[in-house]
């Protein structure tokens, strides 16, 4: 009931009544089976045993491996500990294993902070166009379920777990609503279309402009920054418009890069280091993009083509990063971390893991700019050389963004029912 699930959350920022109207009718849809319904709870089992390296690995090994049930024989060898997976008829089983397979190239939570790219969406068009919407209803409603186990996570500080229930209050309801209402157009639209179209309702959602390509990429940063109030919209803005024009430009080309039709990085644990950075006074999230733009640069500048030419994203790891920037105490110390940074190329050019060297750590906790200034004055010439040079490439022509190629779709409305695009004006946005 409304009342039980809203009854442990904040007065005044409670999901209202509609939403929870909009998010049954949304999940539900036509209504659900008990055979899909248990597909479900297996699914959302399995997927959380999956995440146990021991238990995925089925021999009390550590391991990277997949949710268990993609080990064909150790299900039969672990009858009473998944008995509800032995219980599943022959097609369920086969959906819920697809949609395994699926969850394992597309997170949902990725998507809605803005944080994973459009070419991520395609497997999950292609489990759609292989297996149907019934199979497609499935894996909608255990979006939402993954989404609840996230949102349910354990405090540090009480070491209790926090309901789901308490924490899918209306900012976060209206943001999986979204989020589902987007990729339910898939094999209407393309998974371009899909993801763009989700950047254009939380655009509208926020009252925020999504007409040109640079108004795309400032919605996709407030995204991955997870902004909800005025207050942290107009740090995102302050941060975007104080940022050198050519580098602003660089940063928008990474925003609107898809992994369709150019390669696109795919920064895992983005939104965490931008959090960290705002939350960090010596850091602050204008560094934290010029720094981010020099990562870019120097990804760019390497080598790093997949293997699979079909395969344009380059996923690449920003954990270390990360704790980094919620350590340092010296904003000159984390300005000039690029310089001691190392990059090793993994899993056959797909993936990257950037790892702060030792001559970082050791200055994570100084205070003393003194030892560092030198770095940061021929940082700073480095960065004024490569501009000079890119405007005397560009002939001085200012920067200019690319737009993707959604003329005809961005001319369109997203309904309010979910149930595509209406009208020929933007006059809603």
């Known amino acids: 009931r409304y ?27 036509d209504g659900l089976t008990e055979n899909l319904l248990h597909g479900m709870l297996v699914f959302l089992c399995v997927h959380s045993l999956g995440t146990i390296r021991r238990v995925a690995s089925g021999d009390g090994k550590e391991s990277r491996s997949r949710p268990i049930i993609y080990a064909g024989p150790t299900l039969s060898d672990l009858p009473t500990t998944m008995p509800s997976v032995q219980r599943l008829d022959p097609e369920m089983l086969r959906v819920v294993r697809k949609a395994l397979d699926v969850q394992h190239d597309f997170n949902f939570a990725q998507l809605l902070s803005g944080e994973n790219v459009p070419a991520n969406i395609i497997m999950l068009d292609s489990f759609i166009k292989q297996d149907g919407m019934e199979a497609f209803r499935f894996h909608l409603c255990v979006l939402f379920g993954l989404q609840c186990g996230d949102y349910g996570k354990v405090s540090k500080q009480s070491h209790c777990r926090v309901s789901a229930t308490n924490l899918i209050d209306e900012v976060n309801a209206r943001t999986i609503l979204l989020g589902i209402r987007s990729l339910k157009q898939l094999g209407v639209l ?219 779709y961005r001319q369109r409305v997203w309904s309010s029912e979910g149930r595509g695009f209406t009208g020929p004006t933007m006059a809603h946005l």
């Open 190 to 408: 393309s998974p371009r279309e899909c993801y763009w179209s989700y950047i254009c309702s939380y655009a509208r959602w926020l009252r925020l402009p999504a007409q040109t390509a640079e108004h795309y990429a400032f919605v996709r940063l407030v995204a991955l920054n997870r902004v909800t109030t005025n207050e942290e919209l107009e740090e995102v803005r302050s941060a975007w418009e104080t940022m050198y024009p050519d580098d602003r430009a660089d940063l928008a080309d990474f925003l609107l890069a898809d992994g369709i039709y150019q390669r696109a990085f795919h920064f895992v644990h983005l939104p965490l280091f931008f959090a960290r950075a705002r939350n960090n006074p010596a850091v602050g999230l204008l560094r934290a993009l010029v720094v981010l733009v020099e990562i870019i640069e120097v990804l760019s500048s390497t080598t790093i083509e997949p293997e699979d030419e079909n395969d344009r994203v380059v996923k690449v790891n920003l954990a270390d990063l990360a704790a980094f920037t919620h350590e340092v105490k010296a904003s000159s110390v984390f300005s000039v971390c690029i310089e001691h940074v190392k990059m090793n190329v993994l899993d056959r050019q797909r993936r990257v893991q950037l790892t702060m060297t030792a001559k970082n750590w050791h200055r994570v906790l100084d205070t003393d700019a003194g030892d560092n200034q030198a770095l940061e004055v021929s940082r700073g010439i480095r960065l004024l050389l490569r501009r000079q040079a890119r405007t005397d490439n560009e002939n001085n022509s200012p920067a200019c963004f690319v737009a993707p190629p959604l003329v005809d």
């Open 3 to 29: 009342e039980d699930f809203v009854s442990e959350q904040v007065e005044g920022g409670s999901m209202t009544r509609q939403t929870w109207r909009d998010l049954r009718k949304l999940i539900i849809w």
